[in-house]
């Protein structure tokens, strides 16, 4: 059983946080910790068609313990709200408001929004004619939901009281207590096996993937509803540590049906360059 190493406080933005590192997390790679307050949101993305069955409500929220070479989203790793200029649109006005809703060319951004719990309850069923008649339901995205893992539960739990279907999008990287919090209302789970190889998991993520294949055999042995996503990154994580997670999974009772293997797609570097962020990504062989 993992005990409490120590606790300490910080501040997020405008939200408090408690981290706790939890014993024994280290030898697992970077430190889990649970942040306790409300996450920021990042984006809500109506009629998406890619987050699970049918038509859905995704919800994205802003903060993440990985630190993906690949990542595709910048803007949510950090929980604290961040300003983006985007240089190729700016036109270095005089006197620029940092108001994404006056700029002219629409070249500042602000990454990072408070929400209720009632808002994004609110918003997820202004849609529900079209989960209906599809199948759809809410998904939760990030970012890292679990890295906000009570909270995640609280919300998914008012989408189930709803009548709500709901998915979770999710690199697996938490605690066990969080999966059994969010195991009765999470109708599907959508996770993220990002490399076989524990040391090249390490060196891409920052974090051991140990964790991840204990979730994952968590979920298998629930029953949980799964599809699990594969990233193929060139260079990293194609070949042979494509093949061998997909034997992984096999082997955890998890057939190729519940498998989906991701085309990688370098397109986010104008975020990196817009938040003044080291960019990472491999190149994408063309």
């Not at 996770?191 to 076989?196: E, T």
Request: hydrophobic letters at 40%; glycine letters at 6%; proline letters at 7%.
């Amino acid at each position: 059983m993992m005990e409490l190493l120590d606790r300490r406080v910080f501040i997020a933005g405008a939200a408090s946080f408690a981290a706790v590192p939890l014993l024994g997390a280290k030898r697992e790679g970077r430190a889990l910790s649970r942040p306790l307050k409300t996450p920021l949101m990042l984006d809500v993305k109506r009629m998406a068609v890619h987050d699970g069955p049918g038509l859905r409500t995704t919800f994205f929220v802003k903060g993440c313990p990985l630190r993906c070479i690949w990542c595709h989203n910048p803007e949510s790793i950090d929980p604290k709200p961040q300003e983006a200029r985007f240089q190729h649109l700016c036109r270095h006005c005089a006197h620029c408001t940092h108001d994404e809703a006056t700029c002219p060319t629409r070249a500042f951004k602000l990454y990072g929004r408070p929400w209720t719990q009632d808002a994004l309850v609110a918003k997820a069923l202004e849609d529900r004619a079209f989960y209906d008649a599809s199948g759809g339901g809410v998904t939760l995205s990030g970012g890292e939901p679990l890295f906000f893992w009570e909270w995640a539960a609280e919300l998914l739990a008012r989408f189930k009281a709803a009548g709500l279907h709901t998915c979770l999008d999710t690199s697996l990287y938490a605690p066990p207590a969080a999966i059994e919090a969010l195991l009765p209302v999470v109708d599907m789970w959508l996770p993220d096996y990002k490399a076989h190889d524990d040391g090249l998991h390490v060196k891409c993520t920052g974090v051991s993937n140990a964790v991840v294949k204990r979730n994952l055999a968590r979920l298998v042995a629930a029953k949980a509803k799964l599809e699990v996503r594969c990233l193929a990154v060139p260079g990293f994580t194609d070949g042979e540590d494509l093949a061998a997670r997909h034997r992984d999974l096999a082997a955890l009772g998890i057939p190729d049906s519940q498998v989906v293997d991701l085309e990688y797609f370098d397109y986010a570097r104008s975020k990196y360059l817009a938040l003044g962020m080291k960019d990472t990504m491999p190149p994408r062989p063309r």
